[in-house]
């Protein structure tokens, strides 16, 4: 039984046909056709050998396959993940050299043991430190600097930074040495990625091809860019006239390999492998839960990171650099059909195929193509919709959507989500530090209790009701003890305090001391201390203290109960006067 609970393929295993493999290898041969060309051009954008994304692409997908529960996920390189391998090891090592890639291998081998450390350790709940608008806004931001580093390769011309602040100028001041060529096959790469991946599928649909080869045929449009790239090139002898290509690309799988074994630069790297890997298994363990979720199946946190873990060690150990579940290929693995993780196996294998067979036909692929491949593909991770919805229903959280976006942009990839992460954390504490406190009255004929600024109610004059809709803990506490001072203060004839604590999960040290602070000046001042709807894990936590017995009050089921306790004409007669009136 422990043994599945770590190897979900034990249960699919089982039940493997081949019915189910016809559907896996269908789905994998079209995912295979979309990877090859989004492994070379992820691999451009990491700043490594275009090789190294196929690599990256064989082994983890296995190794994806064996502890992973997600039937439907695409493991791979992905473009957000690349950019922050290249913002790591950019100012490290020449882009491409043996040292940059044995760092590549070093970040993949340092994510597989954060990731598998955080499963064994069950530590999965710290990735929700990464709030929905902080991941949107690093998404969005990352997806804008991508295209804009992307656009040297379109135009033919030399440019570097890692921000806008840095790219922009640059990419201006050499703007007179656009390689016309150059920009004529990267603009049509893009103009040709853009009509396939939005207008193919609907006009080959409105050609009478069945809507599924209608949707294969689009999403095979990089490999189509890929070809008619390939054959201009040679055909025109276009090299020899100043257009890049790849060059050459070995042939054949490059086996297991060590990364670099450097103590001082993997302390180095270990903040960017862990932001590495919260922010993949984030981006990950969504796209899961949404493919999941339309089948009716379920994922098991635990078991995304154990398989994301043991995809990161496979691409160490062969030549690759950090990956995780891509969005656009879960989703087209999803429609094409795909049953299990066998599909990512098929995958890994067409993948291996191709390197030991093609790889010699794309020494003439342009980097315009692949930037073009890129730049389509980014683009549609931009959600400036998002930061609008985002912002009209909360400023805070807009306020920290668009900080990441702007550190991102401005800062640095790694810079941006740790100031959004900051500014997400500060708002919640600052929005927690004071929470919205009521006073509540009874609905007449009822015996529920509402707040007295937004309902018709009735107060009892002896008895103030105070409703605490927020957990209480140190940096609310302060708030708390000012909040009750401020009302009993204004309120001469009131001789009970009831806490009504429906909304408090959770009463720390300091909110316990601030609660002894409370029941003291209360005394003083002649009114006692009560409490109502007290939740089970609450009242756990205040037995493990001598509060209840310190406090000299009492602790009521229900508000109501309180009220007809402590003020019993007011209870009965606002409820059997509403009751009479409706008779």
């Not at 529960?69 to 922050?84: D, H, I, Q, Y």
């Not at 203290?545 to 606002?574: C, H, K, M, N, Y």
Request: aromatic residues 6%; glycine residues 10%; hydrophobic residues 50%.
């Amino acid at each position: 039984m422990k043994l599945r609970r770590w190897f979900p393929s034990l249960d699919w295993g089982r039940r493997y046909d081949r019915a189910i493999a016809a559907q896996d290898g269908l789905a994998a041969l079209i995912v295979t056709l979309m990877l090859v060309p989004q492994s070379l051009a992820y691999a451009m954008l990491a700043g490594l050998p275009p090789v190294t994304g196929l690599y990256a692409s064989i082994l983890p997908l296995i190794a994806y396959a064996l502890f992973g529960s997600s039937r439907t996920l695409a493991v791979g390189p992905v473009a957000v993940v690349s950019l922050m391998t290249a913002a790591a090891l950019d100012s490290l090592f020449p882009a491409g050299s043996p040292g940059y890639i044995g760092a590549a291998m070093l970040l993949a081998a340092l994510s597989g043991l954060i990731l598998a450390g955080m499963a064994l350790l069950r530590l999965g709940f710290i990735a929700n430190f990464l709030s929905h608008p902080v991941i949107s806004g690093f998404i969005s931001a990352s997806g804008i600097l991508i295209a804009v580093g992307q656009l040297k390769h379109i135009l033919g011309i030399s440019a570097s930074g890692d921000t806008l602040l840095e790219l922009l100028p640059a990419l201006v001041h050499n703007l007179p040495g656009v390689h016309l060529t150059t920009l004529a096959i990267g603009t049509c790469s893009l103009l040709w990625l853009w009509w396939a991946r939005s207008r193919l599928r609907p006009l080959l649909e409105h050609r009478g091809v069945s809507a599924c080869l209608a949707g294969n045929l689009a999403k095979a449009g990089p490999v189509l860019a890929i070809i008619a790239s390939i054959a201009t090139v040679t055909v025109f002898g276009l090299e020899e006239g100043g257009v890049k290509v790849v060059g050459t690309v070995p042939r054949g799988l490059l086996g297991l390999a060590l990364p670099t074994l450097d103590l001082d630069l993997a302390l180095q790297l270990l903040p960017a492998a862990l932001l590495i890997s919260l922010v993949g298994f984030v981006e990950s363990v969504s796209v899961a839960q949404t493919l999941a979720a339309k089948r009716r199946q379920r994922i098991d946190p635990d078991n995304e990171l154990m398989g994301l873990g043991a995809g990161n060690l496979a691409a160490a150990f062969s030549g690759g650099f950090p990956v995780t579940g891509g969005f656009a290929r879960s989703v087209v693995n999803f429609d094409a059909g795909a049953q299990t993780p066998m599909a990512g196996v098929f995958t890994a294998a067409g993948i291996a195929l191709s390197v030991l067979l093609f790889t010699p036909l794309l020494h003439n692929l342009p980097q315009a193509v692949l930037a073009a491949t890129i730049i389509v593909a980014v683009l549609s991770l931009v959600d400036f919709k998002s930061l609008r919805h985002t912002w009209r229903y909360s400023r805070q959280d807009g306020a920290a959507q668009a900080a990441t976006m702007a550190g991102v942009l401005l800062i640095g990839v790694e810079a941006g989500i740790l100031l959004g992460v900051g500014i997400s954390l500060l708002l919640f504490l600052w929005r927690t530090s004071r929470p919205h406190m009521a006073v509540v009255g009874q609905l007449p004929g009822s015996e529920h209790f509402r707040n007295v600024a937004r309902f018709e109610v009735v107060e009892s004059p002896s008895v103030l009701s105070l409703r605490v809709d927020e957990s209480l803990y140190f940096p609310n506490a302060r708030y708390l003890e000012e909040r009750v001072g401020e009302l009993v203060a204004t309120r001469p004839q009131v001789r009970h305090l009831v806490l009504m604590c429906s909304g408090v999960n959770l009463i720390d040290a300091s909110a316990l001391d601030s609660l002894y602070a409370i029941v003291e000046r209360l005394d003083a001042a002649g009114v006692q201390l009560h409490l109502s709807e007290v939740k089970g894990p609450v009242m756990d936590q205040l037995r493990r203290s001598d509060f209840l017995e310190r406090f000299g009050g009492q602790v009521f089921v229900s508000q109501f109960d309180a009220l007809r306790t402590l003020d019993p004409a007011i209870a009965t007669r606002t409820l059997q006067g509403a009751l009479q009136a409706r008779q």
